[in-house]
């Protein structure tokens, strides 16, 4: 599931955190001086990436990337809530260095979001608070910080300057001169509800690849020769480009000019066409070619701050609130006049300040080169009023964002906000809050830590914060990042209780995203950890960590009054099925679901309120399209293919057989009872693989396990290939005449094996070590002598044998199953030919389980192996282990700054839900994605609507009965009370009556108690923790016909 001295981190671990040297206020960061412990030259050279880390951030920005942010030094000034936000998220994402500068001390305002001071800081200067905890987020990253007045000169060592608590003089001083030194400005800020970003990048920026998507390739059938040459792709498959895409080729015969090509622009004709411009020069096309999709450089140009405040650019962050971004542009400049004048922000919700404040607005906009004609005042009166709070997701949100702009700054990868965004969240203030405002002393607090959020909201508020009770599912980086900001929120800081659940341990793969977690925390359990250091940021913070996976088992934990004290429950799951779980349990209990996921760049928020809106599992994305069996047995065409036959291959030897293995040794009897029922042909495949684990394959020394190792290689890369060819043989026609080896059939070749070649002793050596593991056999990681016994391994040569059938697709394949059998004397011989149990008497064989991101355990290295020595079958290029870990691991790519934006939004809503808001107008589902840059939001779905006779229903309505009755009274209560007719009753998968069942077994029924005849029934009691049951029914109504209504709720008698 999907993340400190005294003050605010702490932990027990006898390693000391990195010393580290302070620099002078003026003195200038030695960009090539080497930090002992936090460079990449830690790693042996600062190119170097430390893959265990940074791995699911390598598969969003890729190892150039990262590269280029690891030679670039980062200048965030402002310490409050906002910088450390920016400042943590780039520490994580793993630059060069990063220097934190602040010439304020802590005040108790910055306690509603600054999370790394406390108390006990107040006083001292921000930026010196928070660099031992910012340093210890990243030991790659060294942490500077500097208090003195910027200056120009100071400015000139590094490569991206962020601004966030800086006047409008300062902000166009150091933009003019960072525009003029090329140096990369973003400056940030957050005032209460509403949020700016703005980025000048310099006069020719470059982007090398706008969006991170993997660039796409598509199958030729065609290419015509033309002044403007088209391109047809085969036709089960579109070729998903856009007009203004550039394509290279490669495999075309005829034409073959076409390969490894200048990049062509094209021009989209239709899913599987598209223009490659003149090949009419070009050679007769014959057959086959892939199409491969090339990024293209992109220069974009900036204005300096300056220019571009008086002509913005505006990126939009909510397609309903098109005309703010003008008026806020205005409104930001016109504080930072009034502080100017008034040495202060205007006091919340203060009428006077607040009519000042909408006479300079009308002062200055009337004069500014970006004037709106029309303004919203009721904007800007909620702005005035709002402007000096300071709330923890707003800084989440533009904090996220910002970050990503600093990682888009060193590398060019994804395109940068262009050039201004603006941000509001107005929606969490009370219904109407300019008519019903309550009196201006409800905002004000002095000296305590939510006294910036009680200037948003009010002391009410705060309090009903205080007595929420949370239930928080999963405590990786969604997790960290939701205990964070709730508590800084103050949620449950007073008699309230957030609940997280979290059964896995700290990995350090962790380490780059789920920031609550630190080195000496590897192995230790998420949940736990992550509670407690939430706990270090707000003392009061009442948290219960729990260590339980949601589901069926649990249900006796998270019960009835577990789930009937919850005001809400925030989802930080990263599965399908849990997620789903969850929602159903909210559906039952009808509690709010704050649901919201992440996938590298791209981020959701989903809110589902009940009575309101549709359920999470209402709308759901198609499945993953599989990939034929038969392609991946035989015909593969791209490394996918490879890697999931090479996944295939691990479970099908190491895992599966020592699974049937063991359930056979513990009980042999139930073993072959339960094996001889199984369908088809699958009791013969599972006893002969039986038989080859215990008998066949079993090695008892490590020698035995190469010489298994080399035969397997010969069998599958060489004989299996020569038997195919044998069948279809490379120049062989279809009954149409058409080539069989063509389309997305790619011919094969065989592969002689040859221990000088790294690639042919990678598998042995993986593959002798795994089987050794398996059977508790010592392994041998000395690869000279791994590949001396393989050379030594004696070979039988293959010979193709006629009769082989191979099927060539599944439809084939399929139908041979159906007519498949099993002869029971086959079955009978197999089974004899079995040891005996004393034979068996201490045998070892254990299933590996297979584990991507343990370097040392060989299983990536089989993967590897395997999948490259398929593909060199084929003739499909190779992948290498970075990249084939993310696709046979299944790894969702994922960055701190993306987890950081959606969090934020998620809490947003959490004030909403809070506020009590009835209105789904106010509620928020958002869809982000920082690379394009693009945020999308929506109003939540209404549920949907059903009847039944005049009754109208969702899914959030039921039937609600309660008091134990017979079966004979339920269904006479539904008849008389509903005019419904019960045709079918159920409960969980049992059937406890239908109109078809034997009237004996029904009239036996009838008398039964609902509870009695759920246990009769399901065989298992009632378990006490159970107040109520489910009954699903099927009905007819008055009329007769059948009608869909709700589920039952039975609760039951105490």
């Known amino acids: 599931m999907s993340s400190l001295p005294e003050t605010i981190w702490s932990h027990e671990s006898k390693s000391p955190s990195p010393k580290r040297r302070k620099i002078q206020s003026e003195t200038k960061l030695d960009s090539d001086r080497a930090h002992p412990l936090t460079t990449m030259e830690a790693n042996g050279s600062v190119h170097e990436i430390d893959e265990g880390l940074y791995s699911r951030q390598l598969y969003v920005l890729g190892h150039e990337a990262m590269k280029k942010m690891a030679s670039s030094n980062i200048l965030i000034s402002g310490l409050r809530g906002l910088g450390v936000e920016i400042a943590k998220n780039v520490v994580l994402g ?57 200056t120009e000169s100071f400015l000139e060592q590094f490569q991206v300057v962020v601004l966030t608590e800086s006047s409008v003089e300062e902000q166009v001083r150091l933009g003019e001169y960072c525009h003029t030194m090329g140096i990369k400005f973003i400056m940030a800020e ?130 309903a609130k098109m005309e703010r971004p003008g008026v806020l542009h205005v409104a930001f400049e016109v504080l930072d006049r009034f502080r100017q004048g008034h040495q202060r922000l205007p006091r919340p919700w203060n009428e006077e300040d607040t009519n000042e404040f909408l006479r300079l607005f009308k002062e200055v906009n009337e004069g500014h080169p970006a004037r709106v004609e029309e303004a919203d005042e009721k904007l800007l009166k909620l702005f005035s009023f709002v402007c000096c709070g300071d709330v923890c997701p707003m800084q989440a949100v533009i904090g996220g964002i910002s970050a990503q702009e600093v990682m888009k700054a060193c590398s060019g990868k994804f395109q940068p906000i262009h050039q201004w965004f603006y941000f509001d969240a107005t929606e969490c203030l009370h219904t109407d809050p ?28 705060q309090d009903k914060l205080a007595r929420q009770n949370y239930f928080v599912v999963g405590a990786g980086a969604i997790g960290c990042e939701l205990l964070k900001n709730l508590s800084m929120m103050g949620v449950s800081c007073g008699g309230g209780t957030v609940y997280v659940t979290d059964m896995d341990t700290i990995e350090k793969s962790n380490l780059n995203r789920q920031f609550l977690f630190r080195p000496w925390d590897v192995q230790k359990v998420k949940s736990d950890v992550a509670a407690a250091a939430s706990k270090k940021m707000n003392p009061h913070f009442h948290v219960v960590a729990h260590q339980n996976r949601v589901g069926s088992e649990t249900e006796h934990v998270y019960d009835d009054g577990f789930f009937e004290k919850l005001d809400a429950v925030a989802n930080a799951l990263d599965n399908i099925d849990a997620r789903m779980y969850m929602d159903r349990r909210c559906v039952y209990y009808r509690k709010p679901l704050l649901e919201s996921g992440t996938l590298g760049t791209k981020g959701n928020v ?28 035989n015909f593969p065409n791209a490394i996918e293919h490879t890697l999931q036959w090479a996944r295939d291959m691990f479970e099908g030897v190491f895992t599966q057989p020592a699974d049937s293995a063991q359930q056979y040794l513990s009980d042999p009897q139930r073993y072959l009872e339960r094996t001889v029922k199984l369908g088809g042909s699958q009791p013969f495949e599972e006893l002969n693989t039986l038989k080859r684990a215990l008998v066949d394959e079993r090695p008892r020394l490590f020698e035995d396990c190469v010489n298994w190792a080399r035969k397997h290689f010969e069998a599958n890369f060489n004989n299996q290939i020569r038997q195919l060819l044998f069948n279809f043989p490379p120049d062989q026609l279809t009954s149409s005449g058409v080539p069989f080896w063509s389309g997305p059939k790619r011919c094969p070749h065989h592969v002689v094996f040859d221990v000088s070649i790294p690639l042919h002793v990678d598998y042995v050596f993986a593959a002798a070590n795994l089987k050794a593991e398996m059977y508790g056999i010592p392994q041998n990681r000395d690869r000279a002598a791994v590949s001396s016994m393989a050379s030594a391994v004696a070979v039988v040569e293959f010979t193709p044998r006629a009769g082989v059938t191979i099927h060539v697709n599944d439809s084939e394949a399929e139908a041979s199953s159906n007519h498949g059998g099993t002869d029971h004397d086959d079955l009978e011989s197999v089974a004899k030919s079995l040891p005996s149990m004393e034979q068996l008497k201490g045998t070892v064989i254990r299933p590996l389980s297979f584990e991507k991101d343990d370097d040392n355990n060989l299983h ?38 993306t987890t950081s934006l959606v969090v934020g939004l998620v809490c947003l809503e959490m004030y909403k839900l809070v506020q009590g808001h009835d209105n789904m107008e106010t509620y928020k589902n958002g869809f982000v994605n920082l690379a394009l840059p693009f945020f999308g939001f929506s109003e939540p779905i209404s549920a949907p609507k059903l009847k039944f006779q005049e009754t109208e229903w969702s899914l959030w309505d039921r039937f609600e009965v309660t008091g134990e009755m017979t079966l004979r009274g339920f269904l006479d209560y539904f008849h008389k009370e509903h005019q419904l007719e019960i045709t079918m009753l159920s409960q969980g998968v049992s059937m406890l009556y239908s109109f078809f069942m034997p009237k004996a077994k029904v009239n036996e029924r009838m008398q039964m108690k609902m509870s009695q005849l759920v246990e009769v029934v399901t065989k298992k009691p009632i378990p006490s923790y159970v107040k109520a049951l489910v009954f699903e029914i099927c009905c007819n109504d008055k009329d007769g016909e059948d009608v869909e209504v709700p589920y039952v709720r039975y609760t039951l008698e105490k």
């Open 94 to 150: 793993g630059v060069k260095s990063v220097t934190i500068h602040d010439t304020g001390n802590v005040e108790w305002s910055d306690l509603s979001s600054q999370f790394f001071v406390s108390e006990h800081d107040v006083g001292k200067n921000r930026a010196e608070v928070s660099e031992s905890h910012l340093s210890e987020l990243n030991p790659y990253v060294p942490v500077k910080s500097h208090t003195a007045p910027l």
């Open 606 to 633: 989903q809110v589902v309120i009940p009575h309101l809106t549709e359920s999470y599992s209402s709308s759901q994305d198609p499945p993953e399209k599989s990939i034929p069996i038969c392609t991946l047995k």
């Open 190 to 319: 957050t005032k209460g509800l509403f949020g700016r970003v703005f980025c000048d990048f310099g006069d020719d920026f470059v982007v090398t690849d706008a969006n991170g998507e993997t660039p796409l390739s598509a199958m030729v059938s065609a290419v015509t020769k033309d002044s403007d040459g088209v391109v047809t792709c085969i036709d089960d498959q579109r070729h998903g480009f856009e007009t203004g895409d550039y394509v290279t080729f490669t495999e075309v015969k005829g034409m073959t000019e076409l390969n490894n090509c200048q990049p062509r622009q094209i021009r989209v004709l239709g899913p599987y066409t598209f223009s490659i411009g003149d090949t009419s020069a070009l050679s007769e096309y014959v057959r086959g070619g892939i199409a491969h999709q090339v990024k293209m450089p992109q220069t974009t140009h900036f204005k300096s701050m300056k220019a571009s405040m008086a002509s913005p650019d505006f990126v939009i962050s909510d397609f």
């Open 434 to 461: 300019l008519s019903t405002k309550p009196p201006e002393t409800t905002f004000q607090s002095e000296q305590q830590r939510y006294q910036s959020q009680i200037a948003i909201f009010g002391k009410d508020f």
């Open 860 to 897: 990536m290295d089989f993967i590897v192996a395997c999948s490259n020595l398929r593909a060199e079958n084929y003739d499909i290029p190779p992948a290498d282990k970075h990249k084939s870990k993310l696709i046979a691991g299944r790894i969702i790519p994922a960055i701190a700054t």
